[in-house]
């Protein structure tokens, strides 16, 4: 318990440290966050595109769309600044430099994803939430104990599902240090897949990444759940639920997966 | 001039075996360029169960302008490219600006031998993927084959000159993530790559038409699939060449004023 705690405060002090560099360059921070902020909104502005040609898409409206694009970009954000150093990880494959890692006295995970914290990847999660508040405020949602339950957790869960996600994908770098941009397809493509309703994609796209890569529990299922939404794919609505679980059990296995790719490292002499 | 267009030459072919020394990161970069492929292209086919065409793209149109989309990220190098400011900022510009070639010019030359390379092994097999999974159109005839490769090959150099128009603010400042980030979104929504321009609504695609973004993406795919034609390509190219030339110019221009602010500290 005392380890946890002290770890929490090294957790702590190490984000504190980063942010007040960051503050340094206020100029570039300010743009940079502005850019993260509209980046996202021409995202979603491609959503608001596709919704002025057609009044729904795979029998979702674009108040409902944009439930599933407030949760999912929510739990994006969050999974981009808790975990997003993984994108300059193959670097530290590549120089050699997880020996450095290796040689402390912290989880390694730890050490990679606290190497450096982006706040400005905040203004992502500032342009979800108002998305969210957007659709929540257009969809009339009858308010129960457990729909407010299953949509408080559908976020944490989710980021935790998106995060388990990228530690496994970035795993590829451990055997092959050049085949980064393959973790793009299910990180970047994880956050692009999860905005749209899954019964739009077809079977097999679906069977690999809504249910094996148990995307479908980041929005789709809790989101159903939330808008009472009888699933187009005929599924039962109790799936809604188990976001906490699947996330847990995606934790577990991307904790393993990384164990066993770390062993597996074989060090670059750096 | 032949010399060079020699020492030209022999730049482009580094750019290419660059990025040729790396094969492992092309299969890497095919496989999720592929799978973002069946991604777009199953949520802009949903569209099309409401309707049968939109602004001239029915559904095969519309599937053939994804699959192009996924085989032109690389080629056009649609996503960040920063190297110019890193060595603006490490001062190794100053090894660029004691060559008797101009930086823009080595910077272009290499920039294309990099896309000839990304054309070969990111592009086509993309789009090979795509013609085998679902029924693509292609040009209507060896013309329009050619037109669109010479399209194609503008677009490379529109997206070059603005790639290297955002590298050059960091002659001022320090950090330069920021403007190359808006700069990188600008050009996604309005070159066309994410959604159609067709798809747009009349206001805003006035908007996209007035910036040369869409004659990076959007312009050779238009060619290819039929939706420019006629004396129209030729119009279509003249615009390309035209935003080529401009930018390069202002890069020119641009570039010059940063290098007259330039200090290098020892070394």
């Not at chain 2, 290499?110 to 070969?120: C, E, Q």
């Amino acid at each position: 318990m005392g380890e946890l705690l002290d770890g929490i405060r090294l957790y702590g002090r190490l984000v504190a440290a980063r942010v007040r560099a960051q503050l340094q360059y206020r100029t570039s921070f300010a743009l940079d966050l502005a850019g993260n902020f509209f980046i996202s909104f021409l995202d979603f502005a491609a959503i608001l595109v596709i919704f002025s040609n057609v009044p729904q898409l795979g029998g979702w409206s674009v108040a409902e769309v944009a439930l599933l694009y407030g949760m999912s970009n929510l739990a994006f954000a969050l999974t981009d600044f808790a975990v997003g150093e993984l994108d300059q990880f193959p670097q530290q494959i590549r120089d050699g430099t997880f020996d450095q890692v290796l040689i402390r006295p912290r989880g390694t995970l730890f050490q990679v994803v606290t190497g450096n914290f982006q706040l400005r990847r905040l203004g992502k999660a500032l342009q979800a939430l108002l998305i969210l508040g957007y659709a929540l405020t257009a969809l009339p949602i009858e308010w129960t104990v457990d729909r407010l339950l299953v949509f408080a957790l559908a976020v944490p869960a989710g980021t935790v599902i998106f995060c388990s996600v990228w530690v496994v994908a970035i795993c590829i770098v451990f055997w092959a240090v050049d085949g980064r941009e393959a973790a793009n397809a299910f990180t970047y493509g994880g956050q692009f897949f999860t905005q749209f309703p899954i019964n739009i994609y077809d079977r097999w796209l679906r069977r690999f990444l809504a249910y094996a890569v148990p995307l479908a529990f980041v929005a789709y299922f809790p989101a159903l759940y939330v808008l009472h939404k009888s699933d187009p794919l005929g599924l039962p609505a109790w799936l809604g639920l188990l976001s906490p679980l699947v996330a847990l059990a995606a934790a577990v296995a991307a904790g393993a997966v990384w164990g066993g790719a770390v062993r597996h490292y074989r060090s670059a002499g750096g | 001039m032949i010399a060079a267009l020699r020492a030209d030459l022999e730049i482009a072919r580094r750019g290419y075996a660059r990025y040729a020394a790396y094969p492992v990161a092309t299969l890497a970069g095919l496989f999720t360029n592929t799978l973002f492929g069946f991604m777009r292209g199953f949520v802009l086919l949903a569209l099309f169960e409401q309707r049968s065409e939109i602004g001239g793209y029915d559904a095969a149109a519309t599937l053939t302008y994804t699959w192009l989309t996924q085989a032109l990220i690389a080629t056009v190098f649609i996503w960040g490219w920063l190297d110019l400011a890193i060595r603006i900022r490490s001062g190794d510009i100053v090894t660029d600006l004691v060559r008797p070639i101009h930086p823009l010019r080595a910077a272009l030359a290499n920039d294309l031998g990099r896309s000839a390379y990304h054309a070969v092994f990111r592009g086509v097999p993309v789009l090979l993927v795509g013609a085998l999974m679902f029924d693509l159109i292609a040009p209507a005839g060896p013309l329009e084959w050619f037109a669109f490769f010479v399209s194609a090959a503008l677009a490379v150099v529109v997206s070059f000159a603005f790639r290297f128009l955002y590298n050059i603010p960091a002659f001022w400042l320090l950090d330069f993530r920021g403007i190359a980030v808006l700069a990188m979104i600008l050009s996604s929504l309005f070159s066309g790559f994410v959604i159609p321009i067709a798809f747009f609504p009349d206001w805003l695609a006035a908007i996209a038409h007035a910036t040369p973004f869409p004659a990076m993406v959007q312009i050779p795919i238009d060619i290819f699939v039929g939706a420019v034609r006629g004396p129209q390509i030729a119009v279509a190219l003249a615009v390309q060449a035209a935003w080529a030339a401009g930018l390069l110019l202002l890069c020119r221009v641009c570039f010059a004023l940063g290098v007259r602010r330039l200090v290098v500290q020892g070394g």
